[in-house]
């Protein structure tokens, strides 16, 4: 099992930046990917970042130089820095983890962008 704990999100002014961080705990060694999902209302679910344990990463080209996904393997944690934020990046954003027979998501936190 893997749980996973995300903090960060909240109200920003377009033009802002935030950083989401999700801790993961439990069997660790079992992911191998991790990944940053949004979902705007009325939307479907979207993939935004994601990392691979062996350092491969992918972004959405709606964010692409804009945000960026890290992680700190001491801390067991994954980031998603988000800098010149726009309104259209308003969503709840979920933190996700995939082992080889599994999928593990986060609770989602809020994020909105507006004036």
């Known amino acids: 099992q893997v749980q996973l704990v995300e903090s960060g999100g909240g109200l920003v002014q377009p033009g802002g930046s935030l950083r989401l961080s999700c801790a993961a705990s439990?069997?660790?060694?079992?992911?191998?990917?991790m990944a940053w999902y949004r979902q705007a209302p009325g939307t479907q679910r979207e993939l935004v970042a994601q990392i691979t344990r062996g350092g491969s990463i992918n972004y959405a080209d709606s964010v692409k130089g804009r945000f960026t996904i890290s992680r700190d393997n001491t801390k067991n944690t994954v980031y998603l820095q988000m800098n010149s934020l726009k309104a259209e990046d308003t969503a709840v954003y979920s933190c996700?983890?995939?082992?080889?027979?599994?999928?593990?998501w986060g609770q989602g936190t809020q994020v909105t962008v507006s004036s």
């Open positions: 996700n983890a995939q082992s080889l027979f599994r999928t593990y």
């Open positions: 439990g069997s660790i060694s079992s992911i191998h990917v």
